[in-house]
């Protein structure tokens, strides 16, 4: 077969019915379907091969991959490319190899039933993700559309809002968009208790309530926002630490020594489509780091328990490495700096003289820059008021030729 061989076709509730003149072509042309139950069913009577998907899905592209030569044709909801199927098989076979078709998409719907702007919207899936991704685009006034798991999200959705200090926040669920079933519910967050059917997509005009420290994007989230024992790059100096690691796209972090994970966290929530490997050896900082994680919607993070240099060995080369703890350790700054893709960045900060003797040695071998942070906070002493001086922090920044 010449050109592409498997066809990826964005299907609606309205079935068959719905598909323009060369997605319907691409169907009736097909040798081998494969999709969900429900996009199947839409066959009828069909004598042709079909398939569903297998957990783990990786089976399933594997035996789309022996068909290789055959018109394969994958049918799947919606733009297959928007946090769909299409994602996937176009990353493991190569454009060359597919033709998607998209259908309109939840979130085209749900903006056409609003009236919303879809470029002003964030959009996001809960499906097959924790719930604590809702936290990273939670703002005042925020536009959210969701992607449910199943018809028991909404009130997972709403109670998340409520203990946020969203309960304000007004709600719509759209079940079975564009189909004959379709139909709409909204209410409050703080009053909902609602269940709805399971292919559902959730609207969310944020509001907050009160004196509700509502979630923000910026770096520098407050202390209290993390699980800790006390080892935590503090809010202020984090916001700085984010500045100088400077998130990009695709970025793989290693946040060395990582506490309670908060610099890898606010890494990937500054850049989502980063990962990000946290590197501790305590016990119960590891806790701390996974339940900070899920908490604050940090996707693409990897803990790895062990103590730098020797925990280090096998892992995804980074681009960005950051060291809060262990900074003392010559071995480990060398390591990290052997470690690094060219071009890579080398952030450390250090709280001691034996740590900034370090980064000063460490400096004069491979150039860089160190910066002084020195900040205190306004305190109350008695009827008066001094500022409360934080443990000055010596930040190292090096860039790898």
């Not at 609606?12 to 003149?21: F, S």
């Not at 176009?90 to 470029?119: K, N, T, Y």
């Amino acid at each position: 077969m010449n050109g592409p061989w498997l066809s990826i076709i964005g299907i609606g509730e309205d079935g068959l019915g719905g598909l323009n003149a060369g997605a319907r072509e691409l169907v009736d042309g097909a040798e081998v379907f494969f999709g969900g139950t429900r996009h199947l069913a839409m066959l009828g009577d069909d004598p042709r091969p079909r398939e569903g998907w297998d957990n783990p899905l990786s089976q399933t592209i594997a035996r789309i991959g022996k068909l290789k030569g055959k018109a394969v044709c994958v049918l799947a909801t919606g733009d297959p490319m928007s946090y769909g199927i299409g994602v996937t098989l176009a990353r493991e076979f190569g454009m060359e190899q597919c033709r998607v078709i998209p259908h309109q998409s939840a979130f085209s719907l749900a903006c056409a039933r609003l009236g919303w702007p879809l470029a002003e919207i964030d959009c996001l899936t809960l499906h097959g993700r924790p719930l604590g991704l809702l936290n990273l685009h939670l703002r005042p006034n925020a536009r959210l559309l969701i992607l449910s798991e199943n018809g028991g999200t909404a009130r997972e959705v709403a109670a998340m809002l409520r203990q946020s200090g969203y309960g304000d926040s007004e709600m719509s669920v759209f079940q079975n968009m564009g189909g004959v079933k379709e139909r709409r519910f909204d209410g409050l967050a703080r009053r909902w208790r609602r269940r709805t059917g399971d292919l559902n997509t959730i609207a969310v005009l944020c509001r907050a309530k009160g004196a509700a420290a509502p979630l923000m994007r910026p770096a520098g989230l407050p202390d209290e926002m993390f699980q800790h024992d006390g080892q935590l790059t503090k809010s202020d100096v984090r916001a700085v630490t984010l500045a100088a690691l400077a998130p990009a796209p695709d970025d793989v972090l290693w946040d060395v020594g990582a506490g309670a994970g908060s610099i890898a966290i606010e890494f990937l929530r500054a850049e989502p489509t980063a990962r990000a490997i946290a590197v501790e050896q305590n016990a119960s900082r590891i806790t701390n780091i996974r339940t900070n994680g899920e908490r604050l919607g940090a996707r693409n993070l990897q803990i790895v328990e062990g103590a730098a240099p020797d925990a280090l060995k096998g892992l995804a080369r980074p681009h960005v490495i950051f060291i809060g703890g262990g900074v003392g350790d010559g071995k480990v700054l060398w390591a990290c700096w052997r470690a690094l893709r060219p071009g890579g960045r080398l952030v450390a900060n250090a709280v001691s003289l034996e740590g900034e003797a370090a980064l000063l040695q460490f400096m004069a071998g491979k150039g860089g820059a160190m910066t002084r942070i020195a900040i205190s906070h306004l305190d109350a002493m008695g009827s008066l008021h001094a500022w409360r001086a934080m443990h000055p922090v010596t930040q190292y920044r090096g860039r790898k030729p």
